[in-house]
Every structure is written in structure tokens, then in C-alpha cells.
């Protein structure tokens, strides 16, 4: 199978040489698409590669009826529309790494630039005017950076400042004392963070919390003549309330790297002296185009190939060390759930997954949406994936609860799963046997020993003497061959149940003439 990949913004070359060398990928590359031109293409490919340029809108994913993976050579996703590639099990996959130290020495380049004027006296000595009074900047060292977002650029341009001599006071949801401590920084609330400092440098993702944490509201909370810096997300800051308060003199200047609308070029703030900008060019280096277009081009290649993908967006990613762990597990969670919608009768409401033994101590969320997968696909059909699968039960309003519990029934590791609907409640449990593989060892209360895999009949019966060769020459008749037969019994005389593994699918009207055999109560056909 050849996968076509198709990239939209201009990458490195260099970095994109492992999709190029990758035997069973084509590559087109073509820069120039309207959106139109983009929605119209995109349903003969199997990945998109972008930057920040191309915006992958909901109009785009619904095209691309082939889509599977959306790789972002960079940090931010916000040019993806994240809700509708969850919604239609398309992963995507950005690269974290490889543009922080570009973004950091881009922020520490516009704070040395804003302190000291640097663009606005090379632009007065262009026009002819050697200006030194208009000029006169302000010494970082001994002044204080405020850092808001202490991810991986924070913390290296909290790291750099520091080499300047300047004092840091970071805030992060997530930052401890512990590593505050460690990168020698002050650490405080937003508020402290904003009173406390002359230069802020903000560094985090545009999302509902932080679209306009600097307002007018905080802008009166600084201190006077502070300098502003984002090379983040234009929208982090309220660009109206930053305009006003450069013109108000509270912000003595700004430093922009990124805008709310791009390209910015026809921009009030452009206007002001105090504010020096670049056209979101973070990470525009050789070495961070590179490695961003590296990474993702790697990802893009292992997804496609093996189905792994090492830097998700919209889905959690699982460690190495976890996955190897639970990978043995992932076809019997799978086999589980589609056995299920077999057996199911009425719409589903609840999913109960119990894990124990083994189990218990593994990180079995990725296993919870493979279960989840088997029992949505065989009526949602094949665009259900580990992408989507949560969403598209939480839609259905199916609740899902993982539980870990401690019952083993004397397997080394159980996994159960329980379905509820209006008719009823059905239960199967799997175990991975060791040197054996999986097997399914309950339905409902009977216990049984099943490989799940091929073809299989679930017949429900009453528990009489002589109904099993009754069964067996029911099948006979059909023409169809039992490879193998398992039976299990509540109590002697009462309800029965068989599994029997079978060459072929039944047919409806093979399961018809199943009934009629006078203790058969239902036969349901099962394809694994
Ligand atoms: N200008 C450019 O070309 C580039 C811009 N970026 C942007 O820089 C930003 C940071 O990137 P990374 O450091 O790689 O991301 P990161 O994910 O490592 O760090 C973001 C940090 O922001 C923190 N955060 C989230 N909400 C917060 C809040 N309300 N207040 C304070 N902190 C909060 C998170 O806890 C996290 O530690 C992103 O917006 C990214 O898109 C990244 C690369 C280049
Ligand atoms: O140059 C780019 O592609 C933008 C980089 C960026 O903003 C990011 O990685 O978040």
C-alpha cells in the first residue's frame, strides 16, 4: 500500500527527507493552495503536513475522507481545527521540541533590541539621521522579567535572562518550588508576576484561559514604563488595551513577534514608536525549521506504517516503556468490545471496564478507548479509531467508567467489560494465558475458554440431556463445520450457553434453522 502525504507550507527539505526516503510514501508538495483549492484536494491524501500558514478548518477535514494524519511542523495547533480532526479520527501531531531554543533566543534577541532601540535608531540612521537622544535605551541588568508560561521557551528565556543579570519571577500553573528553586527564579501568581516586573515575556499557548489574561485590567496593575514582549500567540494580549496603554505611557514599548490576525501587516500598533516587531519569526531558523520538519516528518512516517505516533495532540500520548506493557493486552480489549455488540441486545448506555491483576498497576487508558473502538466499530463502522472513539461514545451519551478491581477469578490478568442497555446487562471477560495468548473466559456468569478470533456461535439453550448432539446435528445439517465447542451452565436443568468456533459466518437463515431446535432459545453469529 503506498500512503500519499501531502505538504502545504513551504518545509525544509532537509527535514522532510524521511518521508521522502520512506518506500511506501509519496510526497507532493504544493505551497500555493487557496483553501478551496485545499478542501477540493485533500480526499486523495493520507496525511497533511503544514506550518502555521495553511489553516486546516473543519471545511478542510470533512473533504478528506482519507485523511488520517495532520502533522504540525512546529508548537502551536491553533491553525488546526483540533475538535473536528478529533471528531473524524484524524490524529494530529506537532513537534515540540525542535523550535524552542529558536523562539527563546527570538525573545531574548526582541528584549535586547526593545531595551536598547536597536531597530528604531537602524531604521532613523536608514533615513539619514544620526539621532543618539531619541535613542537612549535602558540596561537589563538588575531589572526584573516577569515569565507567564514556564514550559520549555519560558524556562530557557527565564534561563538566558538570567545570564543578563536580571532578576525572574515566573508564574506557571504548573511551576513547583522545587524547580523554581532549581532555575534560581522567584515564582508568584499572575498578579505578583505583573506588579513585580519592568520587562514581561509571555509564553503560552493561545487557549480559552489565556486569550486576553493581558488586559486593560492587568495593564493597570504594572508598574510604570514596563516593556512588553510575545513572541507567544497574538491574543494572549488584548492588542487594544495595549495600544492604549502605550499611548497612555504606561507601557514605555512592546515587542511583538505574533499578532491576533496574520499577516499584520496594516497594524495600528505598527504605527507607534515604542513597538518593535518581526513577522512571526520564532522559529524561523535553518537549525528550527530543520528539526521541526524532522520530527514530524518521522511521526508522519512511523503513524502511517505502524500506527504509533510519538508526539500526539489529540490523543494522549503513551510512553514507550507503558506501551510495551500493554500492547499484548490491546487485541483481547478490542475482541472484547466487538464481542459485545454481538451479544448486546437495545442501545448501549453504559460501558463498565474492570481491570485487575496485572492490569491493575498499568496505565490502561489506551486500552479503555481500544475497548471502546470494539464496540463502537461494527455499527459506527471503520472511521472509529483510538482518536475518536471517547468522543464519539461521550456523543452517543454512553457513559464510560474504568474501574481497577481486585478480583483475578485466579487469572494472573482479567480484563471485564460490561455493557448496560434498557433490555439488560452483558459481561465478558478476557485474559492474556500465558505462552497461549488471549481467550475469552466469561460470559455473563459461564465460564468459558474461547480464542477470540474468527468466526463463532453463541447459542443461549436450556441445560437437557442430549441437546448438545442435538446441536451438532443441527449444524451438520447446515453444512457447518464446529472447530471447536465450549459449553457452560448456570445450574443443572437451567440456563445453558455454548461457544462454538465455526469456518464460516452464519447466515440468517443457517441461524433460523438453528432455532428451531426446541431447547435453543437464540443463536447469535459472531465475526472477530
Ligand atoms: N513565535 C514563534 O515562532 C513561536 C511561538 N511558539 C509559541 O510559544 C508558546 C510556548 O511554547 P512552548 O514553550 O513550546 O510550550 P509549552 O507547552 O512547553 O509551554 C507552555 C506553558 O504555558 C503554561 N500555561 C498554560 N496556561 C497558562 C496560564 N494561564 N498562565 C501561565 N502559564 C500557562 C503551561 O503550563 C506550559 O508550561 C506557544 O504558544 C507556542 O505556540 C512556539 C515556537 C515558536
Ligand atoms: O514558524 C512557524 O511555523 C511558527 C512557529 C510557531 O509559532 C510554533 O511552533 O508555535
Not at 508522519?300 to 510495551?324: C, F, G, H, I
Not at 460470559?443 to 478470533?453: A, C, F
Not at 447459542?459 to 465450549?486: C, L, T, W, Y
Request: proline residues 3%.
Amino acid at each position: 500500500m503506498t500512503f500519499k502525504v501531502l505538504i502545504s507550507d513551504p518545509l525544509s527539505e532537509d527535514g522532510i527527507q524521511p518521508l521522502r526516503e520512506a518506500d511506501n510514501i509519496e510526497v507532493d508538495v504544493d505551497t500555493k493552495l487557496s483553501a478551496d483549492e485545499l478542501a477540493e484536494k485533500i480526499d486523495q491524501y493520507d496525511a497533511l503536513l503544514v506550518r502555521s500558514q495553511t489553516k486546516v478548518t473543519r471545511d478542510i477535514i470533512s473533504n478528506a475522507k482519507q485523511l488520517k494524519i495532520i502533522g504540525r511542523a512546529g508548537v502551536g495547533v491553533d491553525n488546526i481545527d483540533l475538535s473536528a480532526a478529533t471528531e473524524y479520527g484524524i490524529i494530529v501531531v506537532n513537534a515540540p521540541d525542535g523550535n524552542t531554543n529558536s523562539a527563546a533566543e527570538h525573545t531574548v534577541a526582541m528584549l535586547m533590541s526593545l531595551s536598547r532601540k536597536i531597530p528604531q535608531a537602524y531604521a532613523a540612521l536608514q533615513n539619514g539621521k544620526w539621532d543618539r537622544k531619541s535613542h537612549v535605551g535602558v540596561e537589563l541588568k538588575g531589572k526584573t522579567l516577569g515569565v507567564i508560561g514556564m514550559g520549555r521557551i519560558g524556562e530557557e528565556v527565564a534561563t538566558r535572562a538570567k545570564g543578563q543579570r536580571m532578576q525572574v519571577i515566573a508564574y506557571d500553573p504548573f511551576l513547583t518550588k522545587e524547580r523554581a528553586d532549581k532555575l534560581g527564579v522567584d515564582f508568584g501568581s499572575v498578579e505578583d508576576v505583573i506588579k513585580a516586573a519592568d520587562f514581561i515575556t509571555v509564553h503560552t499557548p493561545l487557549i480559552k484561559e489565556t486569550k486576553h489574561m493581558i488586559d486593560k485590567h492587568a495593564f493597570a496593575k504594572m508598574k510604570d514604563g514596563v516593556r512588553i514582549i510575545n513572541c507567544a500567540r497574538g491574543g494572549i494580549i488584548d492588542e487594544d488595551a495595549l495600544f492604549d496603554a502605550i499611548e497612555s505611557g504606561k507601557v514605555a514599548g512592546a515587542a511583538l513577534d505574533v499578532f491576533e490576525e496574520e499577516p499584520a501587516t496594516d497594524h495600528r500598533l505598527l504605527e507607534l514608536p515604542q513597538v518593535i516587531a518581526t513577522p512571526h519569526l520564532g522559529a524561523s531558523t535553518v537549525e528550527a525549521q530543520e528539526n521541526v520538519a524532522i520530527d514530524v516528518s518521522h511521526d508522519v512516517v512511523r503513524y502511517l506504517t505502524e500506527d504509533v505516533a510519538r508526539n500526539p495532540v489529540n490523543l494522549p500520548s503513551v510512553p514507550k516503556e507503558v506501551m510495551s506493557k500493554i500492547e499484548p493486552y490491546f487485541h483481547l480489549s478490542e475482541k472484547l468490545g466487538t464481542f459485545l455488540t454481538h451479544v448486546t441486545k437495545g442501545v448501549i448506555e453504559e460501558i463498565n471496564i474492570y481491570y485487575s491483576g496485572d492490569l491493575i498497576d498499568l496505565e490502561v487508558a489506551p486500552l479503555t478507548r481500544n475497548t471502546i473502538k470494539g464496540l463502537l466499530k461494527r455499527h459506527l463502522g471503520d472511521h472509529v479509531n483510538d482518536v475518536n472513539a471517547s468522543y464519539l461514545a461521550e456523543k452517543r451519551g454512553v457513559q464510560v467508567n474504568e474501574n481497577k478491581s481486585s478480583s483475578t477469578k485466579g487469572f494472573t490478568n482479567l480484563l471485564t467489560v460490561e455493557v448496560k442497555t434498557k433490555e439488560g446487562t452483558r459481561t465478558v471477560s478476557g485474559t492474556l494465558l500465558n505462552g497461549l495468548g488471549p481467550r475469552i473466559v466469561k460470559v455473563d456468569s459461564y465460564s468459558v475458554d474461547v480464542i477470540p478470533e474468527g468466526y463463532l456461535v453463541f447459542v443461549s439453550h436450556n441445560d437437557r440431556p442430549g441437546v448438545i448432539g442435538k446441536v451438532g446435528s443441527a449444524f451438520a445439517e447446515n453444512d457447518i463445520n464446529i472447530a471447536a465447542m465450549q459449553v457452560g451452565r448456570s445450574n443443572v436443568g437451567g440456563d445453558a450457553i455454548m461457544m462454538l468456533t465455526v469456518d464460516k459466518y452464519l447466515t440468517d437463515e443457517q441461524l433460523e434453522q438453528l432455532e428451531q431446535v426446541e431447547e435453543i432459545n437464540t443463536v447469535t453469529a459472531i465475526e472477530l
